[in-house]
């Protein structure tokens, strides 16, 4: 049997408050955007481009997002990257999610500088 890995790591900054549910069992889940800029290789004249990635917290780090993540602060997060499709207007439209494992709050407006870690 190979090995495989689904591993995704990101540094970027909260692009709207969380937005929180519970399941009908009762699980808290977490869904919120994160901003991560790249810029152009040298020589280029491209201008610097943002990315926009989906995350979906569950349990302890939804709680934790619901209690200190707020837009605009700087975090990092791991975890898988999930694919999906859903259909609108007819037209079906691919999406990625990440399945965060583990969340760091590296700064935030509301909370001390030091670091806060949540992991699974």
Do not use: C
Request: charge should be negative; hydrophobic fraction near 35%; avoid cysteine.
């Amino acid at each position: 049997m190979s090995r495989s890995v689904n591993k995704i790591t990101l540094i970027g900054n909260v692009g709207r408050d969380p937005d929180i549910q519970q399941t009908k069992s009762g699980t808290k889940v977490a869904h919120f955007s994160l901003a991560t800029n790249r810029r152009p290789s040298a020589g280029a004249d491209d201008e610097e481009r943002t990315d926009w990635h989906r995350l979906t917290l569950w349990n302890r780090q939804a709680q934790f997002a619901e209690d200190y993540i707020r837009t605009g602060d700087r975090i990092y997060v791991e975890g898988r990257l999930e694919y999906d499709s859903y259909e609108r207007d007819g037209v079906v439209i691919p999406s990625a999610e990440v399945i965060v494992r583990e969340v760091v709050l590296l700064s935030s407006k509301n909370a001390a500088a030091d670091p806060v870690e949540v992991a699974a």
